[in-house]
């Protein structure tokens, strides 16, 4: 009697424990979800997702059961996941989804993970985010789909008349970008830059700046003709940055992706078509990284030495390491050993000597200038420091120095 007494006693805890994360339907079909979210008059959220997506695990373990995210979309919303991908593990209620889910994937045009669909209570699409995000940030674009102002489909379906007003243009860019809907995004975003009659407010041309993704958009037409002008209101540089951006996805990325590519005869060609846009930080960059890839030391060494003097202040320490481990390795010049351990101990400083890769990189450059005592110290620490899967290769590695090796 006493245990029944407990367990009654715990049930409403339990009951309680179980709500305060989002609630999702089970044992359903697709047309009893339907139905359940038109007799409850709530929309209705589809979770999207895959076994193989991290954004979607994420969501699932972190966002999905905080309170705060349970409260608001229990509240209005029923909500329900499909797996849109097939495992031999798959339980008998993912199966029973399984021609579903390949149905909505061609009728919605799923092609990201994870994919929110949002229906209204009538089981019309109303609304589509796409990817996670943090608990705040996702209620907050959650919010979008409860309101016939910002929902993506609705704008969508006004917008076929052909009489869309600025700000309606404006915000149909904006969610068909959300929406991964690239398309609809740069067409909204060109029919609402048609209207502005002034396009060097700073309002205007930060819109601008977003959705200058090709050299037909309007604003690299515009950052083209008289970058200088842009600047003034957006700052300097920024128009260069939009324009080597696009030039350097439509001229040089494509061309290095084919067989045998020059990335010399590349630049050239780009240069001459645009010979006002200014990408040599992107392309030498690139340059050294093709070189390396390559294997063509001649001309890595002299072009990492030649970007690290005009760019090498604002480089990460992440990218400082790389470059310090590909010359030691690569590297035989005394003098580029040296400037390599410069930016190695730059490294170091920046993570305050708590990256043990970092650290290792660092040693074996000093190991190699005959700093053999600072070489063997800096390699302890490192050892010291990484994690215990990877401690071994580390000890080979200070094991030799003390042999000196």
Known sequence: MKKLFLIFLLLPFIGTAQVKGTHFEHGLSWQEVKDKAKKENKYLLVDCFTTWCGPCKYMASTIFPQEKVGEFFNKNFVNVKVQFDQTKNDSEEVKSWYADAQSMSKAFKINAYPTFLIFSPQGNLVHRIVGGGEADEFIAKAKMALNPETQYYTLLKKSESGNAAPETLKQLAISAEAAYDEENSEKFASAYIATQKDLYTKENLEFVRKYTKSSQSKGFELMLKDPEKADAVLGKGKSNEILSAVVLE??????????????????????????????????????????????????????????????????????????????????????????????????????????????????????????????????????????????AKYQVTLDKMKKGE
């Open 250 to 391: 439509e001229n040089i990325y494509p061309g290095l992706r084919k067989p045998n590519a020059n990335v010399d005869s590349l630049v050239a060609a780009v240069q001459a078509k645009y010979p006002t846009v200014d990408i040599s930080k992107a392309t030498e960059l690139i340059k050294i990284q093709v070189f390396h890839a390559d294997k063509k030391w001649d001309k890595f060494q002299p072009a990492l030495l030649s970007y690290m003097k005009k760019y090498g202040a604002e480089v990460t320490a992440d990218r400082l390491n790389f470059f310090a481990w590909a010359v030691f390795e690569n590297c035989k010049d005394t003098d580029c050993i040296t400037e390599a351990l410069s930016w190695s101990k730059r490294s170091v400083d920046e993570t305050q000597a708590k990256e043990p890769a970092y650290l290792d990189t660092y040693a074996n450059l000093l190991y190699k200038l005959g700093k053999k005592d600072q070489a063997i110290a800096m390699q302890q620490k490192a050892v010291d420091l990484v994690a215990a899967e990877n401690k």
